[in-house]
């Protein structure tokens, strides 16, 4: 049975960083790629960032480049993403999941928050 648990998230103020973690089982991580997804609340899934099953290249989306970075470790059947310089439109729920599509059933993601 295919999981995917997020964990990590939390309250931050601006500025501050966090690090998303996603642990994966039942299937072979190592042979897919892995994306972050977020919603937030009143809003439509929102793409975050990708990285391919050898993890040689990663993408980021416009918003996250120079402050997230996603990154994995096969050994551990792990994802993360690396959030820095925090922002208040950062706030939002986030999953991971295999890419590209089709996805796994979603899990239930790990909320963010950034308050002032």
């Known amino acids: 049975q295919v999981q995917l648990v997020e964990s990590g998230g939390g309250m931050v103020q601006p500025g501050g960083s966090l690090r998303l973690s996603c642990a994966a089982s039942?299937?072979?991580?190592?042979?897919?790629?892995m994306v972050w997804v977020r919603q937030a609340p009143g809003k439509g899934p929102e793409w975050v960032a990708a990285?391919?099953?050898?993890?040689?290249?990663?993408y980021h989306a416009d918003f996250a480049k120079g402050r997230f970075a996603i990154s994995r470790d096969p050994t551990k059947n792990a994802m993360y993403l690396e959030m820095d310089s925090l922002k208040a439109e950062d706030s939002a729920v986030y999953y991971c999941?295999?890419?590209?599509?089709?996805?796994?059933?979603w899990g239930q993601g790990i909320q963010v928050t950034v308050f002032s």
């Open positions: 990285i391919v099953a050898d993890g040689s290249t990663t």
């Open positions: 999941n295999t890419s590209p599509p089709p996805y796994w059933s």
């Open positions: 039942g299937f072979t991580f190592s042979n897919y790629g």
